[in-house]
């Protein structure tokens, strides 16, 4: 497909991604937009121009400050949307076509936020390669994986009120920590402040409380992805997690990529993952490509210098699939909810270059990384800057998600 459009080359927002997100222009509220290239397509002014008249679509969805309602119209909606802005910007209807380029701002120019309003948020512990390296380092090589881990998709609940729009700042946490489990605990800034690679998507159908999700039915119930940066205090953590799972160390903050990448707009990129061995229950049999060929970085940049990628993985690396998750979240009946967040939980490959955390790349701090500038690192600094890229591309087709970048800043003076 062409468009009328000049769109940088190798761009992440081609005509075939169309991703949507919430944006302002300048002194105006926020709305839902659809990045292609370097713009944002105004989808609340192209309502109003009458362009999805036809499909029965109430155009009010698109001046909304989050994308929940457009989500709630349902996935045929979702497509029909998609093929008619494909539409317009292949060969736009006559009547606007003169106020095509009025209907398009510049990325840099808008103020982009949350793309949903986020009800829930679990976060799953996927990788293979991930909870083996965390294992050593806490148990021992022989005792690495726990005995339930390749029998189910472990998670924990998490914090959505603290999930925030990339370029947030987050502050450096406060928490408890203890030198020994036989030593008294202190309390001051977290030293070890790490980041994590992520996937995260977002639910786009409900299921009634008590009704299970089956795994085959389950990317109905999926409207697209963003990438995720789960921002964990390790020393808080090992301090807290025991018997209960992560607290302070977790709920601080994370990050999320602002436009979500649909389905559709994937699909080119299916594959399959990992074999599991020893074969799943039945509940969490899945047949079929059900993950995504997605390219992942990130990338560290000091206050000052120039930025380093230290880290390169891949969402096909992840042990259990989205389907599994769904499933697995829903067996007992819980409810998801259009908006609710469920994010991957650190990707890492089976290379050390591809190792998701600070925690395994350096080795619980054992070995530091040299960056660009010459400094290294065993956590994050003060001034950091954190950016996850990802992308799919075949064929001459890339699909991106734009980056996830948030900066640490010092930490806050407690109250007295």
């Excluded at 990130?298 to 380093?308: C, D, N, R």
Aim: aromatic share 10%.
């Amino acid at each position: 497909m062409r468009t009328w459009l000049e769109l940088p080359p190798a761009t992440d927002f081609p005509l075939e991604n169309l991703p949507y997100g919430i944006f302002a222009p300048p002194g105006k509220r926020a709305r839902v937009g659809v990045a292609i290239g370097q713009w944002v397509l105004d989808l609340k002014r192209l309502a109003k121009q009458g362009l999805f008249n036809d499909l029965k679509i109430d155009g009010r969805v698109f001046a909304k400050p989050s994308l929940n309602a457009f989500i709630g119209l349902g996935r045929a909606a979702h497509q029909a949307v998609r093929a008619r802005l494909q539409e317009f910007l292949t060969s736009p209807p006559a009547k606007i076509a003169k106020r095509g380029r009025d209907l398009l701002l510049e990325q840099s120019q808008v103020q982009l936020f949350l793309p949903v309003k986020i009800g829930d948020y679990t976060d799953f512990y996927s990788s293979l390669e991930h909870a083996t390296n965390v294992g050593k380092m806490f148990r021992g090589e022989a005792n690495a994986l726990l005995p339930n881990w390749k029998h189910l998709p472990v998670a924990y609940h998490g914090r959505s009120s603290s999930i925030v729009v990339s370029g947030t700042p987050l502050a450096r946490p406060w928490g408890q920590t203890s030198p020994g489990e036989q030593a008294a605990p202190s309390f001051g800034p977290s030293r070890a402040v790490d980041f994590e690679l992520e996937v995260a998507f977002i639910i786009g159908k409900e299921n009634p409380l008590g009704q299970p999700v089956p795994a085959a039915e389950a990317e109905d119930y999926v409207f697209g992805f963003v990438l995720f940066n789960d921002w964990s205090a390790r020393d808080l953590q090992k301090w807290e997690y025991q018997p209960l799972g992560p607290f302070l160390g977790k709920n601080f903050g994370s990050t999320i990529s602002p436009w979500v990448v649909t389905l559709d707009a994937l699909a080119p990129f299916r594959t399959t993952g990992p074999g599991q061995d020893p074969p799943v229950l039945p509940y969490l049999q899945t047949a079929g490509p059900r993950t995504f060929d997605l390219e992942l970085s990130v990338a560290i940049q000091a206050a000052q210098g120039p930025a380093t990628v230290v880290c390169r993985s891949n969402f096909k690396h992840l042990y259990w699939n989205i389907s599994q998750q769904i499933a697995h979240h829903t067996v007992n009946g819980c409810n998801l909810k259009i908006g609710d967040l469920l994010a991957s939980g650190t990707i890492s490959g089976p290379e050390p270059t591809s190792f998701g955390s600070l925690q395994e790349l350096t080795w619980g701090g054992k070995n530091p990384l040299t960056l660009a500038n010459g400094s290294q690192r065993r956590f994050l600094e003060d001034g950091d800057t954190v950016i996850l890229n990802g992308w799919a591309e075949k064929d001459g087709l890339r699909i991106g998600f734009g980056p996830a970048s948030g900066q640490l800043l010092p930490a806050r003076p407690q109250p007295a």
